[in-house]
Structure formats: C-alpha cells, structure tokens
C-alpha cells in the first residue's frame, strides 16, 4: 500500500533556526517524491521534487530509500516561509495520482 | 504558468439538494483531473481519478453514485455532489495534469461546501 507520513502536525522554530520538515513513505516499487505548500489563503503549489534536485527558495530534499524519507530541510528559516507543508507520492505503476500526507504547519516565529 | 480555475470558491445547500463544482484548465489541455476532499487540519484525501472522455475512476470508499465526476473535454471537470448531507461538508480541491509524465500538477483554489 502507499503510504505518506508526516508525524509533525506543527514545527515552530524562530527566525534564522534551521528547519528540518519529516516525511516518510510506504511504496514497494520507485516512487516519486514531492514537496508541496500551501500559504495562507493561497491554493496548493509545487515546492519541489526529488527527481529535480533542486534548491527553491532555499529548501532541498533528498531522496533516501534506505530510509524511505525525503525530509524537507532549510538551513536558515525565513518569516515567509509560514505555511503548510506537505508531502507527497506518486507510485510508478498507477495512473499518476498523488497521494498526500497529514501535512506539517510551520511556524516561524520573529 | 498552467493556471486551473475552480468555482465556486463557497457554496452552501440545504439537505438533500445537489452542488456542482467546476474546475477549468485555462492554459492547458488537462488529460488528468484529480478530485480530492479536505477535512479540517487533516490532509488532502484523494477521492478519484478522472480521464478525458473516461469515466471516473474512485477511490475505495467514495461512493460514485454520490460524487458524480465528469470530464467530458480536455479543460472542463466538474464534481457534482448528490443528495448533500451535512456529512458531506468539506473542502473539495481538484487538480489537473495535462500530456506527457514529466507535465506537473496544478490545483484549483478550492470549494468550501457546507450543507445545512
């Protein structure tokens, strides 16, 4: 079964603290693994993806299967980058729908 | 960017009436829309998968007699919710994915549905 876990409903760290968001996934065949967030009032967008290997506004993630995580990381945690955070997968052998988890909240506080 | 335009963005019904919600592709073809359902502070629970000139295609548990999804051209999904029960109040998001595996998701903004 797939599964997405987030075990950190609410993350608060201050400003300038880094920030480290969990996610875990459960998929027997080679997934693809997404960030997505979701500011205030705003709709879901892309943050980015483990195929991608790239830095956004700051965050990376890497893909570990040993583990079977793609944690959400950013060194330095900005006021802006409040919202919440989810993470999700997209199975190989399915007809590329997402399936999300809980979703984190982070906070930054000034 | 793909941009999908969902309506309404709220609407509330009484019991036992039906609510249609659109979502439109507006710079894209989208061959794949997902219908997801949102329960407060809870994650986005994908309800079904729908095609282009397909039927839907549902999630354990979700009943398609009650969540009528159709897509019936290439920017156009709509989900019409049956017989609404206060049960079924949520928020409903759907998401678009036009051609080609590498083409990202886009989502729509939302509707809040309240049934009274």
């Known amino acids: 079964a797939q599964r997405v876990t987030q075990p950190e409903k609410l993350l608060s760290v201050f400003k300038g603290a880094p920030v480290e968001l969990k996610c875990n996934y459960s998929y027997s065949g080679s997934p693809e693994l997404f960030w997505y967030v979701q500011y205030s009032r705003q709709r879901l967008q892309l943050l980015l993806r483990?195929?991608s290997r790239e830095s956004i506004k700051g965050f990376t993630a890497d893909l570990n299967k040993g583990e079977t995580s793609f944690h959400l990381k950013k060194p330095f945690a900005q006021e802006e980058d409040s919202a919440m955070y989810y993470c999700a997968l997209r199975g190989s052998s399915n007809t590329g729908k997402l399936i999300f988890g809980q979703g984190t909240t982070l906070q930054v506080k000034p | 960017g793909a941009v999908v335009s969902q309506h309404p963005s709220r609407v509330i019904c009484k019991s036992g009436t039906s609510v249609k919600i659109e979502c439109r592709s507006l710079?894209?073809?989208?061959?794949?829309m997902f219908w997801y359902r949102q329960f407060p502070k809870q994650s986005l629970m994908l309800m079904a998968t729908s095609n282009e000139g397909s039927k839907a295609t549902y999630e354990q548990g979700v009943e398609k007699d009650k969540f009528l999804i159709n897509h019936a051209s290439l920017t156009l999904s709509t989900l019409t919710v049956t017989s609404a029960h206060p049960e079924d109040s949520s928020f409903y998001i759907c998401s678009a994915r036009g051609t080609g595996s590498n083409y990202g998701y886009t989502f729509g903004s939302g509707t809040r549905l309240t049934v009274v």
């Open positions: 483990h195929i």
């Open positions: 710079d894209f073809q989208a061959t794949t």
